[in-house]
């Protein structure tokens, strides 16, 4: 859009003010890009001030504490900032400019719009969430014409989760690798995954320099055992602790779960961890469409991007609805026990109670809830 | 003048207690550890929505109590294809192995314990077919041969009773429902045998090279 009302459209090359030209990118000059006839009258440095008076006013003069409460928010402020972020935004919903779209991209449009700018998981409440879980299947049948089953559950009362893993029982068949990555819907061409198998030498300890994640030979190997690692959801989790946008919590039945859509992908919870229990999307993840899991959590295995980080969420989709995670389901050696640990009769407890039992690094005081026994 | 200072000196300490006492009270590590934290969470526990009842699914399973443990496990006589075994052992096992019979059970080849300690008839009463026999003559039952191993096998049984050895089905949820010794280990030949790993990631090995 340029100030003299040409009737073709020229890049701003050398301007100034691109934010306000590409405010609406549509490059129309009439028809419903959702501006006003207003707004095509002004020059670029107007429209944007204009833009931004509407959208935030006067709280530019304003400090941060009178910002946030000493708004006053009447019905007139309210459509005035509604309308603003709609002309703001015109540009975002390229396809609603086009008037020879149809009701679906509009509706895409919408959706995408209305994603881009929803909160952070952790803070929304209960409608919010489910209106967001509503939006992604929606937007996934629109874009597949597939319908997926996406949850939004929250943490049951009473049940904090934890995990044990028997070294004496795991044969180092990877079975529980391959039924992670099926069921997370795990990046297929970069080969994710959650979990890694150590292969390690009888009489050297844990010695994860020397121990192998990637052997390829008949298993189990003569004077070797087997140990997994993933996610051990801390119960005092660094990675949540060094988060800058709080992207990544701890859910209160203890699964430390991620945000992928608040995730910034600074990579910082991947350094903190000491555990190598995170991973990252280097690459645009991909899965193919008949490999996809359709039974789906927001917080767990529902596909995610590029650059964000992802882990496991002891199958968050599967636990809170009362089935054990893929890998506990998939060993067949049965090294792998999950359950309540506030549940004084579980088998986890008894496993805390009556086996030697022990964890990982337990000096950092991170408290994980994933602990490893022998026979 | 002196009252004042005196009343003001205890002000000024109690204030100081109070400061202190309420600097020292922080919720959010509560619990020295996870164990104090499971200890003291669990104290109420209510019990949970959560039931695993629906993942356990159609597979039918009988309630056994062992010690201070009560769960489920597979029921097995419905599994076995020739069960009754009465069905062809209609005579004596001696009359049966001539010619002509029909030759049966030729894919068993006994591969546990040596042969000093076990037999056929270790566990198999020749004059009982439909029945597993203890080692000391008592008839059990096919949907109960966990009995017949932990003759033997008593740390693993003990393990099994508590839930650190046998898969569990269905969920994690209550009510409770394990694999029985044999849903995992043949009988016969009860060791897991060696086999390749389900994956290779030849992404690792670029990454790594």
Redesign the interface.
Known sequence: MSNNNKKWFSLNLGKKEHVSSSSCSCGKTSGGCGGTSKAHDMTDDEFAEAAIKASIGEERTKDGFEQVFDVKMDRRTAFKKLTASLLIGAGAVSTSCNVISGDESKEKAQIDWEEQFKGNYKLMTDEERQATVDRLVRSYQLRTGKTINMSSKNAEEDVLFGYAFNISKCQGYMDCVNACVEENNQDRNSEMQYIRIHEMKDGKGFNFNEADDNYYHEVPAEGHFYMGTQCFHCDNPPCVEVCPVQATWREDDGLVVVDYDWCVGCRYCMAACPYDGRRFNWSKPEVPEEAINKNQHYLGNRMRKKGVMEKCTFCVQRSRAGKNPACVEACPTGARIFGNLLDPNSTIRWVLENKKVFRLKEDLGTEPKFWYFMD | MKNNINMMNKIVCFSFFLLIFFSCKHHE?EYH??TD??EA??KN????????E??IGDLKTIEITEGEHTFLIPERKSQIKSYACTECHTKPLAQMQSKDFKKAHWDIKLDHANENTMNCVTCHNPDNMDHLKSLTGNTIDFNHSYNLCNQCHT??FE?WK???????I?????P?A??TCVN?HNPHKPH?E????????????KE?E
């Open positions: 590590n550890s996870i934290k499971i969470e669990s526990y209510q019990g949970t929505s959560i039931s695993s629906a993942h740390k693993q393990d508590g839930g650190a050895h046998g898969k569990r269905g969920g994690w949820a209550p409770r394990s694999m995992c897991f060696s086999r390749w790993p389900a994956r290779f990631n030849t992404q690792k090995v790594r």
